[in-house]
């Protein structure tokens, strides 16, 4: 699959470059066509989809902390069959990856998006989100628990028209346990990680600067922790893994895919710089180039002792 | 919307506040009340943009200038301050929904400004507006004291009717902005009741709720613009929501940097 330096290989797809923006940070893509045009992205991940529309949580919902943000949306989305209907149609015209991120609070809501999404044309992988930490079932239950995220990815596998992958929570007691879990389940590949649980309090208030009090840790403040969590998760699973956790230049997606990803999601990013994919695509172009090399030799390169 | 590289052509700093002047070669069309994501060139720390009100645009053959007046509280806004001459600025504008002039247009109608601090910086180009569409105009401008009345002379220099409050008395009148506001209505019971006046407030979210509440008994027509926290500015990250009431009683979320900023006061919920 290296006929193009950038190109990489997950669950029997091509992905054109390992660049994908994530979920919940680039709305329904369709928002991002004022800056990029998509058909340069090897792929990108929808907002969480539920069955029925999300109301999502009462404001404030989101606070900036240093080098990142905790957010606490709720899941706020337009339901798997808006989406569908109205967004999917338009996307068709682009030459992209699109993966649906799937959401529920039950595994018959998961198995309910995914039925609604098999017929549709266009999407071209599942991402379960088993670890949203801000809604107050579902979620992170299923992500941290091994035995019942392998219960999700198992039903889901045997209803999916398309290859599942399942994105896996940092606030997990043991993150490869659930790496191993879903992976003998069945799941196509694993992307990593999720928001971390954090809190930040109004010292005039004493109050949380959040209404859900705790919400989700993104930015480059995770990346170090994202980075040993890929390369943990790469020693003990052979499924391929997605890496994600403050990446905003070239060199900070190039971490992961040395740690063991095969491709990276940009997250929190997006919101600070539309246009960051791109940079990141071609900062990784110009490395591959000037050393002769292809991203599909540097997943896994990494060399911890000397 | 487009994300520009702007430069920096002029910053002056002034108290705790900074005029900060941006030019670009673009073209740029913009309502009153939209507004710009701004960030130092190549600056991620802070993280998000900061979400500014564009004060006022000015257009040549050659370029546009677009200026922007902010108060230093925090670090984007202290990035914003050591910004110089010739600097790059990374700015995504015009966002969102600015003031609809429409409703105060007819009928001899007259405008009402309500301004509280830097809460002003989003009303100058409305009130630029309202005179070219020769919409008699009335601002109530406040701050702390005297040096936070911010763009009192352009205001001025527009011509319209200024009524001052200082929270310290060293201009104007003593106390809130909401004070001198909520005399005028008593003081014009008439013209109130008969429709006569169109209220565009920004401010604090307190003034707001509060002229928010004299205009809704008074059922005066009502804008206000709401500033809450933004990472994107562009409505992906689905943060910046304020509560509305829908139509069944019950409430629902907008975006308020794509759906708003500006809001009729009584489509809120002011819980
Ligand atoms: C649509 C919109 C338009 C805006 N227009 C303008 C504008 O024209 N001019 C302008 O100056 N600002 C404007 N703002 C606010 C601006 O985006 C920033 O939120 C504000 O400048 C604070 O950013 P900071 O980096 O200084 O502080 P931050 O680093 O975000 O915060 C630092 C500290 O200051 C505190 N703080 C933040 N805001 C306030 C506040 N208002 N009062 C007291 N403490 C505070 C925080 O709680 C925090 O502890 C606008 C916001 C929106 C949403
Ligand atoms: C505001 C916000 C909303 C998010 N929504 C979702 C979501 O709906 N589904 C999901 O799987 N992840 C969601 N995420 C998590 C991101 O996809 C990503 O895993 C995380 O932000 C870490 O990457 P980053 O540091 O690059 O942002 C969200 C993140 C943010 C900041
Ligand atoms: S600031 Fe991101 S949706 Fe409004």
Known sequence: ?306 | MQDLTLTVTGHRLFGNYGHLTLMTENRLRFAPGQFAMLRPVESLDPLWRRAMAIYRVRTTAQATSVEFIYQVLGRGTQALRRLRPGDAVQALLPLGCGFDTAPVAVGGREALLVAGGIGAAALLALAEQLKREQVPTRLFLGGRSQADLIGLNDFTALGISVHIATDDGSQGVKGLVTVPFERFLQDRAEETRAGQFVVYACGPPPMLARVAALTAQACILTYVSVEERMACGFGVCVGCVVAVKTHDGRCDYRRSCVEGPVFRADELDWR
């Open chain 1, 1 to 306: 699959m290296s006929d193009h330096p950038l190109a990489v290989g997950i669950a029997g797809l091509r992905f054109k470059n390992p660049v994908i923006p994530a979920s919940g940070t680039f709305g329904y893509g369709l928002e991002f066509l004022p800056f990029l045009d998509l058909s340069r992205l090897g792929g990108f991940c929808t907002k969480g989809l539920s069955p029925q529309p999300l109301q999502g949580n009462p404001p404030p919902r989101i606070v900036e902390t240093p080098a990142g943000m905790l957010n606490a949306i709720g899941l706020q989305n337009i339901g798997v069959r808006a989406f569908v209907a109205e967004k999917l149609p338009l996307l068709r015209a682009y030459d992209t990856h699109v993966i649906a991120n799937v959401f529920g609070f039950s595994i018959e809501d998961f198995l309910e998006v995914v039925a609604a999404l098999n017929d549709a044309e266009g999407v071209a992988a599942y991402e379960l989100n088993i670890s949203c930490p801000n809604v107050k079932e579902g979620g992170t239950q299923f992500g941290n628990d091994p035995a019942l995220a392998a219960r999700v990815t198992e039903a889901v596998k045997r209803a999916a028209t398309r290859p599942v992958i399942v994105k896996l929570s940092p606030n997990a007691p043991s993150i490869t346990d659930v790496a191993r879990a879903v992976e003998s389940a069945g799941a196509d590949a694993v992307s990593l990680v999720n928001t971390f649980v954090g809190l930040a309090i109004d010292v005039y208030t004493h109050r949380p600067r959040l209404a859900y009090t705790t919400g989700g840790l993104s930015g480059p403040a995770i990346r170090p922790l994202a980075v040993r969590m890929v390369y943990e998760v790469s020693q003990v699973i052979s499924i391929p893994r997605i890496g994600i956790g403050g990446i905003t230049t070239w060199m900070d997606a190039l971490e992961f895919i040395l740690a063991g990803a095969t491709a990276v999601q940009l997250g929190t990013i997006n919101y600070t710089d539309p246009c960051a994919a791109l940079r990141v695509i071609e900062g990784l172009e110009a490395y591959c180039r000037e050393r002769h090399t292809t991203v599909a030799a540097l997943v896994g390169a990494f060399k911890p002792q000397a």
